[in-house]
């Protein structure tokens, strides 16, 4: 951050420094127990008595002094430059701790150049003995230069108790130092003997040929399995956060790790096969795959070893983007842009956005992501998604991604960075606000003077989401409305009538008509519908349907319903893909295979499979959905459970610019559905104001009994606690679709609310649930004269006022809730004097709208 940034997109994400460090990296090792070979060949050849041998060892100095001295020279200085302009903070803290070490292992280099000269030139000139002193000073300062580079190099990994006493010693002789040291040491004897190989096969004798290929591939072998068990030492010696990181969460580091382990028995056995195939034309090959799987092997190891910091470039002490952990807070305070040094936009205007956008993107992002390179590559993750999205992408990313370091800007810094990446670096999948053209609906018909009967009808949900699975191929879906109706006979004394009228709905769509008879339950009649119903094509997330009640085949009441659905989901703001509909609403193919992929690789699964193959992937098969009484497997979370305490990680609910809820749910006021059409969302109260914030909504399905002994459910639970706006001990488990919000915990005895939050008092099972509630006479449900649940009266919806009113409208022409304001005739033909329904039902309703 103090450093002008050296950009280098489709290179950077790490392959320019990993294209000249693997390289040099791999011949530095060759240079210790390339050291080690020669001398020791040599001896060999003194003891047998072999020119040949002898003949051999000076040939392969020159090949060792050139690759070693000039390529490996010439790599050193690349990695000194590509670190100091890629990493300039990190370079100067490793110069400045270990800034001896350093000196002593440009000693210990100077000693090899000068010793390995003199022992390429004085072949044959020197005395045996002092030629073998020259081999063992270049092999000992070689092995004392890798002493020192690995314990700075693993001091960046495990930094250990440096962090606390700042001490030279602490750092250099570090947690995992020892292992490291005979990890590289017998990594750096096989690699002798792989360029053993590439030497030995080229010797024209048959029999000396195939008496140094089998000599090499003691150098491969017995080291190979030395270094297996010095892999298992370091993994061991690995403090817990960075075993966690390669092992567990880091998800590029599977394939590394596997390919490590793999290849470990391929070289064994190609090593093997070198000492029995006799042919030079089938050992020559074999020999230069050998080296390719060596060079592999230590490539995938230092990918593993470098994945390990993350965050941090200094583990715990540095993070990737050169802020030091000890100034995050205050860099958070006062912005990146204005505590960077190389920047040109240090506030932001609406002027220059994009551009400071593009600052916040060099500094935050590309040092360790590239533009459009093979790693790291930002793009395809900028573009899916909204604008939205990924700024609650970017506030979470450090405990969703922990790989991934805190957001270091500051709140109008990080929307500013996600507008840039979706709309400016990429189109991401953000929309412009639909405009929704207003329809009006004609209630039924009712005449107060002559009418007998009438008819009151709701569903158990006033809106219920719907992922369109014959369409997405994923279906979560809530379970199909409940249609509920009572039919009244008028008079002095109303009557709820029961079996003896019959009473039948009718929902037509533009695509199905729906038909039925309810079935008389109690004081109501009920039916649900036997799936759920296809929304129209202009994307109105509602359908009608027509109730009626007859008697002796006679229709004596009517009504119209509104049946709210909305396929406005907002799975696209992170998993991207199109709207399947141009009205922007409805989940797409594309983003329903986006989110299978996750799925997969997060749990194993094989769904992204089956979906290919044409299959409809349902959720509830696996998690329980007490809304259709699915059972699921007893070993997962139910499907609430799982989505909501999943997701709670990822989504920012403290982002003042958005309701956490609306990222899924289709009530956001800008897109398709529309605003929360219920009568609190005209008061001000949103989702939380009933079920909590998305957190601690979150961890109340989390601490049901049942989930809690789930495994998978405690470590979400220990993942979002920490956002809990309560503690988690005070937040109440609850069961999903049973145990709901209390509408008498505002409510108290029906009296106005005295409070705004219904949270954490619920209801204990499905009939205390507001809509299978009674008035106090046991007789009128609460939703007849109400409304559906998100829905009261009077209900406010952008696409119709009336839509969400029709039955008031039809009996009382307002949008009231039936009787209010003493419109009691609506059922009674007298005046009446006393509150038979609930205290307050004769007072005048008090939130008005015009």
Same mark, same amino acid.
């Given at each position: 951050?103090?450093?002008?940034?050296?950009?280098?997109?489709?290179?950077?994400?790490?392959?320019?420094?990993?294209?000249?460090?693997?390289?040099?990296?791999?011949?530095?090792?060759?240079?210790?127990?390339?050291?080690?070979?020669?001398?020791?060949?040599?001896?060999?050849?003194?003891?047998?008595?072999?020119?040949?041998?002898?003949?051999?060892?000076?040939?392969?100095?020159?090949?060792?002094?050139?690759?070693?001295?000039?390529?490996?020279?010439?790599?050193?200085?690349?990695?000194?430059?590509?670190?100091?302009?890629?990493?300039?903070?990190?370079?100067?803290?490793?110069?400045?701790?270990?800034?001896?070490?350093?000196?002593?292992?440009?000693?210990?280099?100077?000693?090899?150049?000068?010793?390995?000269?003199?022992?390429?030139?004085?072949?044959?000139?020197?005395?045996?003995?002092?030629?073998?002193?020259?081999?063992?000073?270049?092999?000992?300062?070689?092995?004392?230069?890798?002493?020192?580079?690995?314990?700075?190099?693993?001091?960046?990994?495990?930094?250990?108790?440096?962090?606390?006493?700042?001490?030279?010693?602490?750092?250099?002789?570090?947690?995992?130092?020892?292992?490291?040291?005979?990890?590289?040491?017998?990594?750096?004897?096989?690699?002798?003997?792989?360029?053993?190989?590439?030497?030995?096969?080229? $010797?024209?004798?048959? *029999?000396?040929?195939?008496?140094?290929?089998?000599?090499? #591939?003691?150098? =491969? @072998?017995?080291? %190979?399995? !030395?270094?297996?068990?010095?892999?298992?030492?370091?993994?061991?010696?690995?403090?817990?956060?960075?075993?966690?990181?390669?092992?567990?969460?880091?998800?590029?580091?599977?394939?590394?790790?596997?390919?490590?382990?793999?290849?470990?028995?391929?070289?064994?056995?190609?090593?093997?096969?070198?000492?029995?195939?006799?042919?030079?034309?089938?050992?020559?090959?074999?020999?230069?795959?050998?080296?390719?799987?060596?060079?592999?092997?230590?490539?995938?190891?230092?990918?593993?070893?470098?994945?390990?910091?993350?965050?941090?470039?200094?583990?715990?002490?540095?993070?990737?983007?050169?802020?030091?952990?000890?100034?995050?807070?205050?860099?958070?305070?006062?912005?990146?842009?204005?505590?960077?040094?190389? $920047?040109?936009?240090? *506030?932001?205007?609406?002027?220059?956005?994009?551009?400071? #956008?593009?600052? =916040? @993107?060099?500094? %935050?992002? !590309?040092?360790?992501?590239?533009?459009?390179?093979?790693?790291?590559?930002?793009?395809?993750?900028?573009?899916?998604?909204?604008?939205?999205?990924?700024?609650?992408?970017?506030?979470?990313?450090?405990?969703?991604?922990?790989?991934?370091?805190?957001?270091?800007?500051?709140?109008?810094?990080?929307?500013?960075?996600?507008?840039?990446?979706?709309?400016?670096?990429?189109?991401?999948?953000?929309?412009?606000?639909?405009?929704?053209?207003?329809?009006?609906?004609?209630?039924?018909?009712?005449?107060?003077?002559?009418?007998?009967?009438?008819?009151?009808?709701?569903?158990?949900?006033?809106?219920?989401?719907?992922?369109?699975?014959?369409?997405?191929?994923?279906?979560?879906?809530?379970?199909?409305?409940?249609?509920?109706?009572?039919?009244?006979?008028?008079?002095?004394?109303?009557?709820?009538?029961?079996?003896?009228?019959?009473?039948?709905?009718?929902?037509?769509?533009?695509?199905?008509?729906?038909?039925?008879?309810?079935?008389?339950?109690?004081?109501?009649?009920?039916?649900?519908?036997?799936?759920m119903p296809a929304v129209s094509s202009d994307f109105r997330p509602y359908v009608l349907a027509e109730i009626s009640?007859?008697?002796?085949?006679?229709?004596?009441?009517?009504?119209?319903?509104?049946?709210?659905?909305?396929?406005?989901?907002?799975?696209?703001?992170?998993?991207?893909?199109?709207?399947?509909?141009?009205?922007?609403?409805?989940?797409?193919?594309?983003?329903?295979?986006?989110?299978?992929?996750?799925?997969?690789?997060?749990?194993?699964?094989?769904?992204?499979?089956?979906?290919?193959d044409g299959a409809i992937i349902t959720c509830r098969d696996c998690h329980a959905d007490s809304s259709r009484d699915?059972?699921?497997?007893?070993?997962?979370?139910?499907?609430?459970?799982?989505?909501?305490?999943?997701?709670?990680?990822?989504?920012?609910?403290?982002?003042?610019?958005?309701?956490?809820?609306?990222?899924?749910?289709?009530?956001?006021?800008?897109?398709?559905?529309?605003?929360?059409?219920?009568?609190?969302?005209?008061?001000?109260?949103?989702?939380?104001?009933?079920?909590?914030?998305?957190?601690?909504?979150?961890?109340?399905?989390?601490?049901?009994?049942?989930?809690?002994?789930?495994?998978?459910?405690?470590?979400?639970?220990?993942?979002?606690?920490?956002?809990?706006?309560?503690?988690?001990?005070?937040?109440?488990?609850?069961?999903?679709?049973?145990?709901?919000?209390?509408?008498?915990?505002?409510?108290?005895?029906?009296?106005?609310?005295?409070?705004?939050?219904?949270?954490?008092?619920?209801?204990?099972?499905?009939?205390?649930?507001?809509?299978?509630?009674?008035?106090?006479?046991?007789?009128?449900?609460?939703?007849?004269?109400?409304?559906?649940?998100?829905?009261?009266?009077?209900?406010?919806?952008?696409?119709?006022?009336?839509?969400?009113?029709?039955?008031?409208?039809?009996?009382?022409?307002?949008?009231?809730?039936?009787?209010?304001?003493?419109?009691?005739?609506?059922?009674?033909?007298?005046?009446?004097?006393?509150?038979?329904?609930?205290?307050?039902?004769?007072?005048?309703?008090?939130?008005?709208?015009?």
């Amino acid at each position: 951050m103090n450093y002008p940034i050296w950009q280098l997109d489709a290179f950077g994400g790490g392959l320019f420094i990993a294209v000249i460090a693997i390289f040099h990296v791999y011949v530095s090792h060759f240079a210790v127990g390339g050291g080690l070979f020669l001398v020791l060949t040599e001896m060999k050849g003194l003891r047998e008595g072999s020119a040949e041998i002898l003949a051999y060892t000076r040939r392969h100095t020159k090949f060792f002094l050139l690759l070693t001295m000039v390529f490996g020279g010439l790599t050193g200085v690349g990695i000194w430059l590509t670190i100091a302009l890629l990493s300039p903070a990190a370079t100067s803290k490793l110069i400045h701790i270990f800034v001896f070490g350093w000196a002593v292992d440009w000693v210990f280099f100077l000693v090899e150049i000068i010793s390995l000269l003199l022992y390429y030139y004085t072949f044959e000139r020197l005395e045996p003995k002092k030629h073998l002193l020259l081999g063992w000073i270049y092999f000992i300062s070689a092995l004392m230069s890798l002493f020192v580079i690995n314990g700075i190099i693993d001091f960046m990994l495990t930094p250990g108790e440096w962090l606390t006493d700042n001490n030279f010693w602490s750092g250099f002789f570090n947690p995992t130092f020892w292992p490291a040291l005979f990890f590289r040491t017998f990594m750096a004897l096989m690699i002798a003997g792989l360029f053993g190989f590439l030497t030995s096969v080229n $010797i024209k004798d048959t *029999t000396l040929r195939h008496n140094m290929v089998r000599y090499c #591939g003691i150098w =491969l @072998l017995a080291p %190979l399995v !030395l270094l297996l068990a010095s892999a298992l030492w370091y993994k061991a010696a690995l403090p817990a956060p960075q075993q966690e990181m390669i092992f567990l969460v880091a998800p590029e580091m599977k394939p590394f790790l596997g390919l490590f382990i793999w290849l470990s028995p391929l070289i064994f056995a190609g090593g093997l096969g070198m000492a029995i195939l006799r042919p030079q034309n089938v050992q020559r090959p074999l020999a230069w795959l050998l080296l390719l799987l060596g060079f592999v092997q230590l490539g995938c190891f230092e990918f593993i070893r470098e994945g390990g910091r993350r965050p941090y470039i200094i583990h715990d002490y540095m993070y990737s983007t050169s802020i030091l952990k000890a100034d995050l807070a205050e860099t958070r305070k006062n912005g990146v842009l204005a505590s960077a040094r190389w $920047i040109h936009n240090r *506030t932001i205007t609406p002027e220059n956005r994009m551009e400071a #956008g593009k600052e =916040l @993107l060099n500094l %935050l992002c !590309l040092p360790c992501h590239s533009l459009g390179g093979p790693l790291n590559d930002i793009l395809p993750v900028a573009r899916r998604f909204s604008p939205a999205g990924m700024r609650s992408f970017l506030a979470t990313m450090d405990t969703t991604s922990p790989y991934m370091p805190p957001f270091a800007g500051n709140r109008e810094e990080m929307a500013v960075l996600a507008d840039y990446l979706t709309t400016h670096l990429t189109q991401g999948t953000g929309d412009n606000p639909v405009r929704i053209r207003p329809e009006t609906l004609v209630p039924a018909a009712f005449n107060g003077e002559t009418d007998e009967y009438l008819i009151l009808a709701t569903t158990d949900m006033g809106m219920v989401l719907s992922s369109e699975p014959e369409f997405s191929g994923i279906d979560f879906s809530f379970a199909p409305p409940t249609l509920r109706a009572q039919v009244i006979e008028r008079g002095e004394v109303p009557a709820v009538l029961g079996k003896e009228v019959q009473v039948s709905y009718r929902v037509k769509t533009d695509q199905e008509t729906l038909t039925g008879t309810m079935t008389a339950a109690g004081s109501a009649f009920e039916a649900t519908l036997p799936k759920m119903p296809a929304v129209s094509s202009d994307f109105r997330p509602y359908v009608l349907a027509e109730i009626s009640a007859s008697k002796n085949g006679r229709i004596i009441a009517a009504t119209k319903l509104k049946i709210g659905i909305s396929t406005t989901l907002g799975c696209r703001n992170c998993h991207g893909g199109p709207w399947r509909q141009e009205g922007k609403t409805g989940l797409s193919r594309e983003t329903a295979a986006n989110i299978l992929a996750a799925h997969d690789q997060r749990s194993k699964t094989r769904l992204s499979r089956a979906f290919a193959d044409g299959a409809i992937i349902t959720c509830r098969d696996c998690h329980a959905d007490s809304s259709r009484d699915s059972q699921g497997l007893s070993e997962r979370l139910n499907l609430s459970a799982a989505i909501h305490g999943f997701h709670a990680a990822y989504i920012d609910h403290t982002d003042p610019n958005t309701n956490s809820c609306d990222f899924c749910h289709g009530n956001n006021p800008h897109g398709a559905t529309g605003k929360l059409e219920d009568l609190h969302g005209g008061l001000g109260l949103d989702c939380a104001n009933c079920h909590g914030t998305m957190t601690d909504h979150s961890i109340s399905l989390l601490k049901e009994e049942k989930q809690a002994r789930i495994p998978h459910g405690g470590k979400l639970l220990a993942l979002i606690a920490p956002k809990a706006s309560l503690p988690v001990q005070a937040i109440k488990g609850r069961s999903p679709w049973v145990m709901q919000p209390d509408c008498l915990t505002c409510h108290q005895d029906f009296r106005p609310p005295e409070t705004d939050s219904a949270f954490n008092s619920w209801t204990q099972d499905r009939q205390g649930l507001y809509a299978h509630r009674h008035s106090m006479d046991g007789v009128l449900l609460c939703t007849s004269c109400h409304g559906a649940p998100h829905s009261l009266y009077p209900a406010d919806n952008p696409h119709s006022k009336e839509a969400g009113n029709l039955q008031p409208l039809q009996y009382q022409k307002n949008h009231y809730p039936i009787g209010a304001d003493q419109g009691c005739a609506v059922c009674h033909t007298v005046a009446m004097e006393e509150e038979m329904h609930h205290p307050g039902s004769l007072g005048t309703f008090r939130n008005r709208v015009e």
